[in-house]
């Protein structure tokens, strides 16, 4: 099996630590240490034996994550190295030489990058930018087929930060209904929601969901590298397998964490965190673009700390990050590497003042096209 190079990722690890200015980045500025020691129960982390712990999640934090979903349990959690982690043991288990599956554009290109990897006929479908990135469920109806056996979607969605409507919410279920495909739903962007109402969950519509999530996005907790799958429970059985074969279990101390961090008070205040954050910045963003004129055109984002502004002149995304990368040191994620160009995606999850200072910087670098 090739693997084929993951292109997205590899010029945001390349240089993320190496810049004055991350826009690149697509969850909010992290916790702290010290900011978490405000937490319930934290003194307890003291006393946490730094060894093994259970490989698929400790049943307390398996148990605060069920509680997240509508009639799950602790057999329904697979606990996981992040939720990139879950997303592979997910592809792996699925994906056969020669499975048909149908990908989300634009999108984090992880699993498509897996799925093309491990062999499958892969169909993608794009979100449209005229319907405020929404898919054509016309488009969508045909591409599904009776050999459909994965279709894979984020929600909320990256880079664009679009919320599915109701009704493809629906089209999407009954399409998979229809195919018998497993449905493979991206939903670590669930709680940035800037209008602070929960994007509902895929789980509970169809007995053949796949959910993977996790505490990297929407909770500031990328440091921790804890995420989960949430699937029936004979799936669930499976992945473990799987996971047998890559990290075995994760971080005893991020187990601990994670389950302070998951308490029902702890969690409503971490997204109130994370909607301010990323309410605020969006502002600065958007008069910012106001003042360029008719340079930039955006979709406000719904939910999730990104959004994906269009520019309107002829130069390939890639070349404009890499002249806001080398003479400006701030890093954007240029839009080809999610397979729409003339975009770069924007993180919203940055301080607010160094947020605005990247932009003043950004402003030249368009400025000089322009």
């Known amino acids: 099996m090739h693997i084929k190079s993951f292109k997205m990722e590899r010029w945001q690890s390349k240089w993320e630590h190496k810049v004055d200015y991350n826009l690149s980045e697509s969850g909010v500025h992290p916790y702290s240490f010290e900011e978490i020691m405000d937490f319930d129960d934290i003194k307890n982390i003291l006393k946490t034996p730094l060894g093994y712990i259970q490989t698929d999640g400790t049943p307390e934090l398996k148990a605060k ?106 089209t999407i279920i009954d399409l998979a209904k229809w195919s018998g495909a497993w449905l493979l739903c991206d939903e670590v962007y669930q709680g940035a929601e800037l209008d602070g109402k929960l994007t509902p969950s895929f789980w509970g519509n169809y007995d053949k969901t796949i959910v993977s999530c996790g505490l990297s996005k929407s909770y500031g907790l990328s440091g921790l590298r804890l995420g989960w799958v949430v699937a029936p429970k004979e799936m669930i059985q499976n992945l473990w397998k799987y996971k047998d074969y890559t990290t075995i279990c994760i971080s005893a101390l991020s187990d601990r964490l994670a389950c302070i961090a998951l308490g029902p008070k702890n969690r409503e205040r971490i997204f109130q ?29 719904k939910a999730g700390a990104i959004t994906f502004p269009g520019y309107n002149i002829e130069i390939n995304a890639s070349r404009i990050a890499e002249i806001a990368l080398k003479e400006k040191r701030v890093l954007v994620q240029p839009g080809d590497h999610l397979n729409v160009d003339y975009h770069i995606r924007i993180g919203l999850g940055e301080e607010p003042d160094k947020f605005a200072n990247a932009l003043q910087l950004l402003e030249d670098v368009f400025s000089k096209w322009a």
Not at 97 to 114: D, K, R, T, V, W
Not at 273 to 291: G, H, Q
């Open 65 to 170: 994550i069920a509680k997240i979903y509508q009639s799950a349990n602790e057999k329904n959690i697979l606990v996981t190295t992040g939720s990139s982690e879950a997303n592979l043991l997910s592809v792996w288990s699925l994906v056969n030489p020669a499975s048909e599956a149908l990908f989300m554009l634009p999108n984090f290109m992880q699993i498509h990058g897996l799925m093309n990897s491990f062999g499958a006929k892969v169909k993608t479908f794009y979100l449209k930018e005229d319907k405020k990135w929404q898919p054509d469920l016309d488009e969508l109806e045909e591409l599904v087929t009776k050999k459909t056996e994965i279709i894979s979607i984020t929600n909320p969605n990256n880079p664009t930060g679009a919320q599915l409507s109701e009704q493809a919410r629906k």
């Open 273 to 301: 965190r994370t909607r301010s954050i990323i309410r605020k910045n969006f502002e600065l963003l958007e008069s910012w673009m106001n003042s360029l004129g008719d340079l930039f055109n955006c979709v406000p984002p």
